[in-house]
């Protein structure tokens, strides 16, 4: 579920939604999503002083809350 939510959250952001990668590690209490864009999407998916990121990394949280899990985002170049 979280893994989706990322996924659907990054496409609508970027310019080449089929250059999106998302994998998901998953640990006993927490999810390490990783989400890899196209180089020139970066600065999209990161904004202005990760202002973008950080939104992302909210509603990750909040959602992960609900499902009673941690969940960390990491944004590979």
Excluded: F, H, W
Aim: proline fraction near 1%; aromatic fraction near 2%; glycine fraction near 6%.
């Amino acid at each position: 579920m979280l893994k989706e939510l990322v996924e659907y959250i990054a496409k609508s952001l970027v310019d080449n939604p089929d250059a999106v990668e998302v994998k998901e590690i998953e640990g006993e209490q927490t999810s390490v999503i990783e989400l890899k864009v196209a180089k020139e999407d970066l600065g999209k998916v990161i904004g202005k002083q990760g202002r973008t990121a950080r939104a992302i990394r909210t509603i990750l949280s909040a959602a992960s809350t609900k499902v009673k899990k941690r969940a960390v985002l990491e944004i590979i170049e």
